[in-house]
């Protein structure tokens, strides 16, 4: 698998899906390596006819680990040196929720990369972003020392509207066996943590010229659905969708979202 090499030294995994046609690179949100992109990115390159960049953010999954503290641009700045490895010299930036933070400095700092740009489940950081509520954070916090049963309760209540926690073996079927390749660990995650609580993009949305589509869970308790209202408010021509009765995994609940996603700034380049 290639390894592209970030400013500082460090190592970042990543793999193409696709040989021919324009780019997307995919980018994860807190500890999550880019295996949990799961089918979306062969799905998006086969029916879209795309090359599909899925990268392992700093210190998760197959790239190498850090122990000193980063910041969001340092991540953007990553993002870049895999385009410039992979030979993508623009793509269509799609990121959720610290990745959809990763994006949108990949926008801001990188604008002659970003061709078109999706955000799902973000925010903006403070102080135009709203944080989520005490049981939010109470389980965020919690989530990278449970095990088994015990941590899948805490994230159906985490990541899934009430209505929906008795599907959850169901519906995150394919988490465990990704957990078992790429591990959490509380290292990477908390150092994660602290690129988010220093993110601040709200002063800077205006400079996003790239077509971007916003997207998130009308029952999101982790980053709030008013961060997407507020952020589509920002960027000019911004487009919003908010899914009823979906909460922060998305994907999860409604894997067409991507589709509508990617179909509304490909139409505003003349692709879709």
Request: proline residues 7%.
């Amino acid at each position: 698998m290639p390894r592209a090499t970030a400013s500082d030294g460090v190592g970042l995994h990543y793999h193409v899906v696709g040989e021919s046609g324009p780019w997307v690179v995919f980018i994860q949100g807190l500890s999550l390596s880019g295996r949990f992109w799961f089918d979306i990115p062969e799905r998006v390159s086969r029916t879209y006819g795309v090359r599909s960049i899925v990268l392992d953010n700093r210190g998760i999954g197959r790239s190498d680990r850090v122990s000193k503290p980063f910041s969001m641009r340092t991540m953007a700045d990553d993002v870049a040196a895999v385009l410039d490895h992979a030979g993508a010299e623009r793509a269509t930036v799609v990121g959720i929720s610290m990745g959809g933070m990763i994006a949108q400095n990949v926008a801001i700092l990188h604008p002659e990369r970003t061709e078109a740009l999706c955000l799902f489940a973000t925010t903006a950081g403070l102080p135009l972003g709203k944080l989520p509520g005490p049981r939010a954070l109470q389980l965020l916090v919690q989530i990278p020392f449970a095990k088994g049963r015990a941590g899948g309760a805490l994230a159906a209540e985490l990541l899934l509207p009430p209505g929906k926690r008795a599907q959850a073996e169901q519906l995150f079927s394919r988490w465990p066996d990704a957990f078992a390749q790429d591990p959490q660990e509380p290292r990477s995650f908390f150092l994660q943590i602290g690129a988010i609580l220093r993110h601040s993009t709200g002063a800077r949305l205006s400079s996003i010229s790239a077509p971007t589509s916003v997207v998130a869970g009308a029952a999101d308790i982790l980053v709030l659905p008013v961060n997407s209202e507020r952020i589509a408010a920002k960027i000019p021509g911004a487009e919003l969708e908010l899914i009823p009765d979906v909460g922060h995994s998305i994907f999860t609940e409604d894997p067409q979202a991507m589709d509508r996603a990617l179909t509304r700034v490909w139409r505003r380049l003349g692709r879709a």
